[in-house]
């Protein structure tokens, strides 16, 4: 959501390489390439950094919410 939000505001968002997180096979496959996009970008960096984990099927809270949306430029 937050890579079609950016897309809709005109702002680029070329095809990025893999970020690497280790528990990527966790997330739901229309998720990878936003996934990736947002770590490549700086909007998220996931929720363990050894080993690089993006915890994709845990809570999301207010607070990581409002740091993400604050980090979009």
Do not use: H
């Not at 990025?16 to 997330?27: L, Q």
């Amino acid at each position: 959501m937050i890579r079609n939000t950016i897309c809709a505001a005109g702002m680029d968002i070329n095809t990025v390489a893999d970020a690497g997180f280790e528990d990527m096979g966790d997330a739901s496959d229309w998720a990878v390439e936003g996934i990736n996009f947002c770590y490549a970008s700086g909007v998220m960096n996931g929720t363990n950094a050894s080993p690089l984990l993006f915890s994709p099927k845990s809570m999301y809270t207010r607070q990581e919410s409002i740091v993400t949306l604050d980090r979009i430029n």
